[in-house]
């Protein structure tokens, strides 16, 4: 019985993919039907490198260790009441949109992840998908506790599973998860796993835990940490499950390229509210927008790009858009949120002065020419107590559900918001780009399916025609979680925890 | 006599989330209850998956079962993932010093001809059964994603039963000085060996299977209780009076993860029957078709392995565990 030893990644594939075996009895189709609907050809399973070799053993340990102390900093941090050493309380909004955004996209992902670790035919490739599938569940489930402490202190936490299926704004990272999840499995995971984990995550997860870090925040910041070595992981199968596809046929090319371009797309779309967060809501400023652009998508995303040019992917060509509209997206965002304030499950304000002085700083090219102006007029409406909210719903976009604001910076028109448009069966439908439109003609039966809460509203499926009926359906209530800082009860208890008058 | 620190005392304006208080009341909240209850998402679903056009991302329907509130089917470990992790952790502590004791002692040098030829050929090949079941039940959890107490135990049950692959895979490694051979050895059995045909064609029947529920009865319930019987309490007094005791100590992380398994699976299937009749009479004809296949499947390796009698004694087990869940015949 004494043949030769095994190195680690025999032994790795005894214990993982070897478990596996050819079906007699059953057509395997059967059992794992979904891997050819989608035009991915895969010729040989065993080609795929496990980017981490994970036994379940070690990691109940590894998981274990890391769950022991996070729980512990959640529980001292509730002794000592953490939430008061904040930098201030309008940080706490940046939390709020984490929670009721963000959060439930990682159970939804999680789910994804179940589903597409069940179907793949190959074992390695199902065994790494399970291991996020049940990281991104005890990602959900520590955001959900870490946020528990905060929900006893702040409004607006409270309903955060009930409004992430109805509010307006949730629907755009909603619309995402389900996109994603509606489709094949190989489509699912280029769009989470290297779209959004490999090229997206330092422009989500990070600005968040940074700002954390930056504002005070030790419950947030320490989850940050504990999941860092998750989202590492999770990043690492992004690259292999990219190389891999594109290795095992030249006909994936195509095929993954337009997945490519299209998640891409539609995940830059969700990041234009982490643009609004770091300029606009976190009281300590760690990066503007528009740097971390620059310095994880621009710089580090242009290496990657030439990385993956011998297998004849490209760089989507709408990056040009992108880098026109970095100057422009988190002050067109701040403000579609402050003038729609009331519908909103968070605080808006106008910045201080000092606040104003940092974004000329940071975005010398077009704060003073577009947007002050604006802010300091609504700053002296406050003053003269008619703080500015809009009556109007905006018009959303078909696709990525976002409300009509970008402007057509690419032809050297930031003022000129951008209307595109198909026509299907004879509806017409509203985009916000070029790449919208793109992505909903390629599909267009998927994307006319599409809840869009503002015509939602307009069809009296949220509660009803009037303002109260649809905060009502959104449990969001008047003057609690929504409307200005200035005068909410978040406002007034922290002056009354820190005694300031 | 008790200290008090002076901790600066603030009311909080809430004590749990709102869809916590209303299942509830507004009272502390357990962490279980925090990260279980009524937070995934039911409504408004944007897209029908290409996949499955019939059926919404997250549906309910995907079962012929019904209930009025999904949640009532809880898991009495309370586990969600911290707890989960945490718990498994202390139990593979255990393990990786059973599987160093074992190695370091060189005790499968101890282990007769006889005990070491029964162990390649009827204890090996259940790694295959094992990630069957892990299949099956990332099928229940991908299903269950309307209900985040049923998605999140169905998953920690794949993950287990993963485990349990691993650890079954390194019974052999322990056996053959780390060289698979084994394994290929077990696999071939698992291939070939008339006495495991029927088994291995119900695991691939089971795969096909698209209600979740018919999955979760046919695996965790039907399959399981035949299968632990023979192998946890029939196999191990095999063991223990013919020299293989030193093996059982490889086998101690799977026989004692049973325990809180089967707790949750009884709670969940008694709870389910209890709920309508309708509910119940789909459970019993689920369970009597999965017993026949079952009977067909394992009795050659019943047989081969432990005696004629082997299987009946296994289904007599059964019997008492359907009769304590209110499904005995």
């Known amino acids: 019985m004494q043949a030769k030893k095994l190195n680690v990644k025999d032994k790795y594939r005894l214990l993982t993919r070897d478990l596996d075996w050819e079906f007699s009895y059953e057509d395997r189709k059967e059992a794992f039907p979904y891997e050819e609907f989608e035009g991915i050809k895969i010729t040989d399973w065993d080609k795929w490198e496990d980017p981490f070799r994970l036994t379940m053993d070690a990691y109940w340990k590894y998981q274990a260790e890391k769950e022991k102390k996070l729980y512990a900093i959640y529980d001292a941090f509730a002794q000592n009441n953490g939430h008061l050493n904040v930098s201030d309380a309008r940080y706490v909004n940046a939390l709020k949109v984490f929670l009721t955004a963000v959060s439930p996209a990682e159970f939804a992902s999680s789910n994804g992840f179940a589903w597409a670790g069940r179907h793949y035919g190959g074992a390695g490739a199902r065994v790494a998908a399970q291991m996020q599938s049940i990281d991104e569940l005890r990602h959900y489930q520590t955001q959900i506790h870490a946020m528990s402490h905060y929900n006893k202190y702040f409004d607006g936490f409270e309903e955060f599973p009930h409004m992430h299926d109805r509010v307006w704004y949730m629907s755009v990272v909603k619309s995402f998860f389900d996109d994603c999840r509606s489709s094949g499995p190989f489509e699912y995971i280029v769009a989470v796993s290297f779209a959004f984990e490999y090229v997206l995550t330092n422009l989500l997860f990070v600005p968040f835990m940074s700002g954390a870090a930056y504002n005070g925040d030790m419950a947030t910041v320490t989850f940050g940490f504990s999941a860092q070595s998750d989202e590492a992981r999770h990043m690492t199968l992004g690259l292999e499950i990219i190389k891999f596809l594109l290795e095992q046929h030249e006909d994936n090319v195509p095929i993954v390229q337009e997945w490519i371009d299209k998640w891409l797309w539609r995940g830059y779309r969700i990041l234009a509210v982490v643009a609004m967060m770091m300029d606009y809501m976190l009281p300590q400023k760690f990066m503007s927008w528009k740097e971390a652009w620059e310095l994880y998508f621009e710089d580090a995303g242009g290496a990657l790009f030439k990385d993956l040019e011998r297998y004849g992917i490209k760089m989507p060509d709408f990056t040009e858009t992108i880098k026109n509209e970095k100057d422009h997206i988190s002050h067109q965002a701040w403000w579609v949120f402050y003038s729609h304030g009331h519908a909103a499950a968070f605080h808006t304000w106008t910045p201080t002065a000092e606040e104003l002085d940092w974004l000329s700083e940071k975005y010398p090219d077009t704060f003073d020419q577009y947007y002050r102006p604006r802010l300091e007029a609504a700053a002296e409406l406050e003053a003269k107590g008619e703080r500015f909210y809009t009556a109007g719903l905006p018009q959303l976009c078909q696709t990525c559900q976002i409300p009509m604001f970008f402007t057509n910076v690419d032809e050297g028109k930031p003022t000129e918001i951008v209307y595109r448009e198909s026509t299907y069966n004879d509806e017409r439908f509203h985009f916000c780009s070029n790449e919208c439109k793109h992505i909903f003609d390629r599909e267009p039966e998927k994307y006319v399916h599409a809840w869009l809460p503002v015509h939602q509203i307009f069809q009296g499926n949220c509660g009803g025609g009037g303002l109260d009926e649809v905060m009502e359906y959104y449990r969001m209530g008047l003057g609690e979680m929504n409307l200005d800082y200035k005068g909410s009860p978040d406002e007034k208890r922290w002056k009354k925890w820190k005694g300031v008058a | ?329």
Not at chain 2, 77 to 104: I, L
Not at chain 2, 173 to 185: I, P, R, V
Not at chain 2, 285 to 299: D, N, P
């Open chain 2, 1 to 329: 006599m008790t200290l008090e620190i002076k901790t600066s005392n603030i009311k909080p304006i809430r004590n749990t989330y709102g869809h916590i208080a209303r299942r509830f009341g507004d009272k502390p909240a357990s962490r279980y209850q925090e990260a279980t209850y009524d937070n995934a998402a039911l409504v408004n679903f944007h897209y029908k998956p290409l996949w499955d056009p019939d059926h919404d991302l997250n549906d309910p329907r995907r079962t012929a079962i019904h209930m009025e509130d999904w949640y009532a089917l809880k898991d009495p470990r309370q586990f969600y993932y911290g707890t989960y992790v945490q718990n498994r952790a202390q139990m593979q502590e255990k393990a990786e010093g059973n599987f160093s004791f074992f190695e370091k002692r060189d005790l499968g040098a101890r282990l007769s001809e006889d005990v070491l030829s029964k162990c390649v050929r009827f204890l090996l090949p259940l790694r295959h059964v094992e990630q069957t079941a892990n299949l099956n039940n990332m099928h229940c959890s991908a299903s269950t994603n309307y209900c985040t107490a049923l998605a999140q135990a169905t998953k920690f049950e794949a993950m287990d039963r993963l485990g349990n692959a691993q650890y079954f895979s390194r019974v052999g490694l322990a056996l053959d000085g780390n060289s698979g051979s084994t394994l290929n050895e077990a696999k071939e059995f698992w291939m070939t060996d008339s006495a495991w045909q029927g088994v291995r064609a119900l695991c691939e029947k089971t795969l096909t299977v698209k209600d979740w529920y018919e999955t979760f009865l046919a695996q965790n319930l039907v399959f399981d209780s035949l299968l632990n019987d023979l192998y946890y309490r029939q196999m191990d007094a095999w063991l223990s009076v013919n020299g293989g005791q030193d093996l059982l100590i490889l086998l101690d992380f799977m026989s004692s993860r049973l325990t809180d398994s089967q707790r949750w699976v009884d709670s969940v299937v008694k709870l389910t029957a209890a709920e309508s009749d309708g509910n119940k009479e789909l459970v019993q004809s689920w369970i009597s078709a999965w017993r026949i296949s079952a009977q067909q499947a394992l009795e050659p390796l019943a047989s081969a392995m432990l005696g004629e009698e082997a299987l009946a004694d296994a289904f007599s087990a059964l019997e008492t565990r359907l009769g304590k869940i209110g499904l005995g015949g």
